[in-house]
């Protein structure tokens, strides 16, 4: 599809440098799934779905500044909604999220409570002026909250949450964070591995499952057309956690 | 049992059916993938002497009749990538290292720097500044960049042409003069698109090359023009999506082709081209000799 006309009719202010932009496009996204953004004479990024109309980001490069530089009534463009979402299993699930991550699982989260499922949550940030969508988890159900610095909730990393729960009691659990915090939290729970969806983030380019950028080793696996979404267990003996390419295709960290 | 082994430039392919570069070719995995879900052969990304990010996006636009893209030679530079040809290798079929350079010295340097089971010369890609077609339009810089590259080359080389010129069998002849082993015809054409909401060019390049369904006719017809001019083999590619477009570009005279777009519809795509041949040579009675160059005899 060629880019479609959106213009912003809200921009929230989450944390220093998060915003969400409320867009006036209905595109029916499931949560986990992603948009193209382009901003126009800049770039074009993808971004994920915090709820049906809006999208949740951080501000980490050219591309994010220059969308953090309009406004409501400014105009980006949107080829979307691409990639396999989350998918709802059982009656009891427990979402993992980490930073701008915990975007896509508070709109998961709605559409969960909305089937009658019973939610619990689990999300951690830097510190206490990070902390986005409290609110929207807090009515979910139980919450768990974790900061680096322990100014707010439990001090650490998300995983330190995980000793405050029975992972044997969910039916599916929903995780999407940084990927060293993924990786932790993946590693950590191996034996659940097989009930935990993980929503990745690779270097996308086309979306549409033709340019190789974001190929998985050792498979080969498309993240933009057969993720961004995957059962844990297919995570784990992959590049994930381990290393990620960049722009040029080279191997690289997998911080962030 | 019908064979479809195709001996064409140097390579044996055990099915005429390629990965052509720029598709999923960024990793050796998603190569071996290509060769395990039934590829005659693969091609890589362009490899360039030194890393590229490529262009900003959009990088591709999707339009009616294909797609439309400027990826910019995105790679790791050849030096990184031994290792992904490696792993690429572990599929089983030839994997061809496209490379690319702004100069004859450069693209043989690279050639001699890689190990690889062909080298398909791109010089074609129509969006990037002082490389691919920016040589490649120049029948003379196509003979001297293939000629510098067989010689530095233990490997065959193939040429890929661009469509984007006046008579696209000059640049296939100066390629055969330069020592080519087959020429690969074509690469995508030069193209644009505008989004009428605000007049911003869609692409991050403003402008870069159409794919898919929308060139095939013109594929076609360049394939058949090279293969009754040339006397070495020519790979047909540009908007094959079915076996019916695999038929047509062997009867215009391809002894191979190269898929690309159309990998869009997945992996699943060789096994589909390469049984619907199957079942159509066995239907007519014929081999792939028998109606490669068909239409050039009637």
Known sequence: MRPMNSIIQEVRSEAPLVRTFRLDKQLDPAPGQYVMVWIRGVDEVPMSFSSPDTITVQSVGEATRALFNLGAGSSIGLRGPFGNGFVLRGKNILLVGGGVGTAPLAFLGEQARGAGINVTSLVGFCSSQDIIFQDRFEALGDLVITTDDGCVGIKGHVAEGLKEFDLTEFSQIYLCGPEVMMWDIISRTREHAGKIQACISRYFKCATGVCGSCCLDPEGVRVCVEGPVFMADRLIESEFGRYKRGPDGSKGQCRG | ?298
């Open chain 2, 1 to 298: 049992m019908l064979s479809l082994t195709v001996h064409a430039g140097g390579l044996t392919l055990r099915n005429p059916v390629m990965l052509a570069a720029g598709i999923l070719g960024t990793t050796g995995a998603s190569l071996r993938r290509a060769a395990l879900a039934g590829a005659g052969g693969v091609v890589t990304k362009s490899l360039g002497s030194v890393p590229r990010e490529g262009h900003p996006g959009p990088t591709i636009v999707q339009v009616d009749c294909g797609l439309l893209n400027a990826m910019g030679l995105p790679n790791p530079s050849y030096k990184k990538f031994q290792e992904e040809i490696d792993i690429a290798k572990t599929g089983g079929v030839p994997v061809v290292a496209s490379i690319f350079g702004s100069s004859a010295e450069e693209f043989a340097g690279i050639a001699r720097g890689l190990d690889a089971d062909a080298f398909e010369l791109n010089l074609s890609c129509p969006h990037a500044e002082k490389y691919g077609s920016e040589l490649g339009r120049y029948p003379d810089l196509v003979e001297a960049v293939t000629g510098a590259v067989k010689a530095a080359a233990n490997a065959p080389v193939w040429v890929k042409l661009t469509p984007n010129t006046a008579d696209i069998v000059e640049l296939g002849l100066a390629a055969q003069r330069g020592g080519a082993d087959a020429v690969v015809a074509i690469n995508t054409l030069k193209a644009m698109a505008i989004d009428i909401e605000t007049g911003y060019p869609i692409l991050g390049n403003r402008f870069g090359g159409l794919s898919g369904p929308a060139i095939k006719p013109v594929a076609v017809r360049s394939v058949y023009d090279l293969a009754l001019r040339l006397d070495i083999p020519v790979i047909g590619v540009g908007g094959v999506t079915s076996w019916e477009d695999a038929v047509e570009m062997i009867m215009a005279g391809a002894w191979a082709v190269q898929v690309g777009t159309a990998l869009k519809k997945g992996y699943g795509i060789f096994e589909e081209i390469t049984l619907g041949l199957t079942r159509y040579l066995e239907r007519k009675s014929m081999t792939l000799e028998d109606i490669r160059g068909m239409a050039g005899r009637h």
